[in-house]
C-alpha cells in the first residue's frame, strides 16, 4: 500500500543525511526502520504498564485483606539517604 506523508524539514533532512551515509539505501527503509521501532517502544510501554497494574491490584487485595504497614514518609525518606550515603 502506498502512502503519502507530509515530514517537517528536519525529518526531511534526517532521512536523507541517513540514506546518504549508506546505512539505508531509500527513504522507505529509514520510515520501515523507525516504525519498527516505535512499534517495539510501544510494545515495551504496554508489558510494563500491564505488570505495573498487576502489581497494583495485588497490593490493593493485600491491603484489603488487612495486610498494608503503615510508614512514616520522612522516615522513609531518611532510611534511603542513609542507605545511599546521602
Known amino acids: 500500500m502506498a502512502m503519502n506523508v507530509n ?3 528536519q525529518f526531511e533532512q534526517y532521512i536523507a543525511e541517513q540514506v546518504k551515509s549508506a ?16 512499534m517495539q517502544q510501544d510494545q515495551t ?3 510494563k504498564l500491564e505488570a505495573l497494574r498487576a502489581d497494583i491490584d ?3 487485595k493485600q491491603l ?10 520522612k522516615e522513609m525518606l ?3 539517604k542513609r542507605k545511599t550515603g546521602q
Do not use: F
Open 78 to 80: 531518611n532510611r534511603v
Open 23 to 38: 546505512l539505508y539505501n531509500n527513504a522507505s527503509e529509514v520510515i520501515r526502520e523507525a516504525l519498527r521501532l516505535k
Open 45 to 47: 510501554y504496554q508489558a
Open 58 to 60: 495485588v497490593a490493593c
Open 64 to 73: 484489603d485483606d488487612g495486610r498494608g504497614v503503615q510508614y512514616d514518609p
Open 7 to 9: 515530514l517537517s524539514e
